[in-house]
DNA sequence: AGCGTCACGGTTGAC
DNA sequence: CTGTCAACCGTGACG
C-alpha cells in the first residue's frame, strides 16, 4: 500500500483541469520565516514539512481512541488525506515518523561489496588515500569507470565507518523518538510548531 | 458524508 | 562550496 501511495507510477490522470491556484493554493500566514500556510480547515501547516511529532501523535491517540478520521481531521486541521496517510502508515510501521525527506541514494556501487572491499583496503593499510582506494577499486575490478565512487564519497564513508567513534549501535527507538521529540521542541521556535504556538498567541478561535 | 488515492508545488539532504 | 536530483512532505480535489 505504502508503494502505492509512494507512487510507483504517478499515472496521468484522466482529467485534471488544472486544480491549483497556481502560485500559492492557500492563504499565507505571515511568520518569522514567511514559509506558514493555512489548508482549507484553517490549519497552519508548512509546505514540503512533515507536520510537527505532537500533532502526528495526536493523530494516532485520537484514532486509538476510536475517534473517526474524519473528526480527526477537522478537529485538528489537516486535511483527511493527510490523516489517512499518517494513520496508513501508523498502521503498517507501527511509528509515527515522517520518512526520511531529501538526499540520494547511495550510488549503485555503493555495495556492500563495494563497502566491504573498502574496509578491506584500509585495514590492510591504514594510510591509503581515498584517491588510492578508488584507483585499487578500479584495478582489482570491483567498480568500473563508470559507477566507481567519486573521491569524496569513499572518504566519506571512510569517515562514517572508521573516523567518528563507532560505539552505540541499536538504539531503542524509544530513544530515537524521544530524542527527536526533544530536538523538535528546540527547533519549534523556528518551525510550525513555533508558528502554531505564535498563532495561538495572537488569534485564538 | 467519509475515505482512499494521487497530482501538485514545495523542502531536504546525499552525492 | 554549489548545483543536481530523487526522496518525502501535506494539501486539495476527484471518484
Not at 491549483?20 to 518569522?32: A, F, K
Not at 494513520?87 to 525527506?101: M, N
Request: aromatic share 4%; proline share 6%; net charge positive.
Amino acid at each position: 500500500m505504502t508503494a502505492l501511495a509512494g507512487g510507483i507510477s504517478k499515472m496521468m490522470r484522466p482529467m485534471p483541469p488544472q486544480n491549483y491556484p497556481r502560485g500559492g493554493y492557500s492563504l499565507e500566514v505571515s511568520t518569522p520565516l514567511g514559509q506558514g500556510r493555512v489548508n482549507q480547515l484553517g490549519g497552519v501547516f508548512i509546505n514540503g514539512r512533515p507536520l510537527p511529532n505532537h500533532i502526528r501523535h495526536k493523530i494516532v491517540e485520537m484514532a486509538h481512541h476510536g475517534i473517526r478520521p474524519c473528526v480527526i481531521s477537522r478537529q485538528l486541521r489537516v486535511s483527511h488525506g493527510c490523516v489517512s496517510k499518517i494513520l496508513c502508515r501508523y498502521q503498517e510501521t507501527g511509528s509515527i515518523r515522517p520518512g526520511a525527506i531529501g538526499g540520494s541514494k547511495p550510488k549503485q556501487s555503493t555495495t556492500p561489496d563495494v563497502e566491504k572491499k573498502i574496509e578491506e583496503y584500509k585495514r590492510e593499510n591504514p594510510g591509503m588515500f581515498s584517491w588510492e582506494i578508488r584507483d585499487k577499486l578500479l584495478k582489482d575490478g570491483i567498480c568500473d569507470r563508470n559507477n566507481v565512487l567519486s573521491v569524496s564519497s569513499i572518504s566519506r564513508m571512510l569517515r562514517c565507518k572508521f573516523g567518528a567513534g563507532n560505539g552505540d549501535e541499536d538504539e531503542d527507538d524509544d530513544e530515537v523518538e524521544k530524542r527527536e521529540i526533544e530536538e523538535n521542541e528546540r527547533r519549534a521556535k523556528h518551525s510550525i510548531d513555533g508558528i502554531l504556538g505564535d498563532r495561538c498567541k495572537f488569534c485564538r478561535v
